[in-house]
């Protein structure tokens, strides 16, 4: 079973450190970032 602190704190820290890695210039547009964000995120929220 997740637990929902722990989750919610990796989310938080997932989401907030974009910044520190991101590259406008990179080979991914920030929607695509975003998309497999929010798809990794629903999948290890459904996960047993």
């Given at each position: 079973m997740t637990?929902?602190?722990?989750?919610?704190y990796a989310l938080v820290t997932m989401a907030g450190t974009v910044y520190v890695w991101y590259d406008p210039d990179?080979?991914?547009a920030i929607d695509d970032v975003a998309r497999q964000y929010a798809e990794l995120a629903l999948r290890s929220l459904a996960a047993r």
């Open positions: 637990d929902i602190t722990v989750a919610t990179g080979r991914l």
